[in-house]
């Protein structure tokens, strides 16, 4: 459900910042560093932001987005040039749009594609919530990857298609929506990652009556979304 305050502040220590500038990362990174007299463990992860053009394919914009200490980002508005022709800063406003909707949780869903194995999905997941551990945004157990088998019949390395995380109720939404924003598009391996909430979704099972010969029916709430036309259920819906 939305939260009605788009004021709220996410994580005290840090701040969600978009940088408007054709520049490359490495000079807004540089730039941000003169601006703010800061560290690089005050810089946490950095992404461009894309649109789909009228082809369906990625477009590069002058959005980037910046994950930093909320110390850096006073240092570099006190610096006075959030403002200037060439570059501009201000801070995200996470609005209500932001949150899992009707029908959707606060736990990530990846479309994966065939060409990998569960392990290598499972690692490159890893390797993108890492960094988030390693800039000190979340602890290395507020996480739990799920990748699940195409099978359980035999012994497998395919996956279905999609992988999950689930956080631990101890981790905010709204840190959780940082971290879809910046892992959304994020790039591994030549390969552009999609980031959706997943979906709430009923489904129906149903169980012989042992007395009577008919069927019971019961109904119980996964997770599932959808990636164009198909849609994933998923397997593990409880908490790390």
């Given at each position: ?10 994580v005290?220590?840090?701040v969600?910042?978009v940088v408007?500038s054709n ?10 560093f003169?601006c703010?007299?800061c560290?690089?463990a ?10 789909r053009?009228?082809n369906?394919e990625?477009?590069?914009?002058n ?7 909320q ?5 570099v ?5 959030t ?5 501009r800063?201000n ?7 932001n949150y899992?909707?009707t029908?959707?949780?606060?736990k990530?869903?990846?479309p ?11 690692e490159?997941l890893?390797?993108?919530l890492?960094q ?10 507020d996480?739990?990857i799920?990748v699940p ?5 035999v012994?497998?390395?395919?996956h279905r298609?999609?992988g999950?995380?689930?956080f631990r109720?101890s ?5 959780i ?8 598009d994020s ?5 552009y990652?999609?980031c959706?909430?997943?979906r ?8 012989p009556?042992m007395?009577n010969?008919?069927?019971?029916e ?6 599932a979304t959808?990636?164009?036309?198909e849609?994933?259920v998923?397997a593990?819906s409880e908490?790390v």
């Amino acid at each position: 459900m939305a939260n009605s305050d788009t004021s709220v502040k996410p994580v005290a220590d840090f701040v969600l910042v978009v940088v408007y500038s054709n520049w490359d990362l490495s000079k807004i990174y540089d730039y941000i560093f003169t601006c703010s007299g800061c560290t690089e463990a005050d810089i946490g992860p950095m992404k461009i932001e894309y649109q789909r053009n009228s082809n369906g394919e990625r477009v590069e914009t002058n959005r980037t987005l910046c994950l930093m200490r909320q110390t850096a980002w006073q240092a570099v508005l006190k610096y006075g040039q959030t403002n200037r022709l060439e570059v501009r800063m201000n801070e995200y406003q996470i609005r209500d749009y932001n949150y899992p909707r009707t029908g959707e949780s606060p736990k990530l869903f990846f479309p994966l594609p065939d060409s990998w194995t569960m392990s290598e999905a499972t690692e490159v997941l890893k390797a993108q919530l890492e960094q988030f551990v390693l800039y000190g945004f979340i602890a290395s157990g507020d996480y739990r990857i799920d990748v699940p088998s195409k099978t359980r019949r035999v012994a497998t390395t395919e996956h279905r298609g999609n992988g999950f995380v689930i956080f631990r109720r101890s981790v905010t939404l709204e840190s959780i929506i940082i971290m879809r924003l910046l892992l959304n598009d994020s790039v591994s391996g030549g390969v552009y990652l999609s980031c959706y909430w997943a979906r709430r979704q009923k489904r129906v099972r149903r169980y012989p009556n042992m007395k009577n010969g008919d069927n019971k029916e019961t109904t119980e709430a996964t997770e599932a979304t959808k990636a164009g036309e198909e849609s994933a259920v998923e397997a593990d819906s409880e908490e790390v």
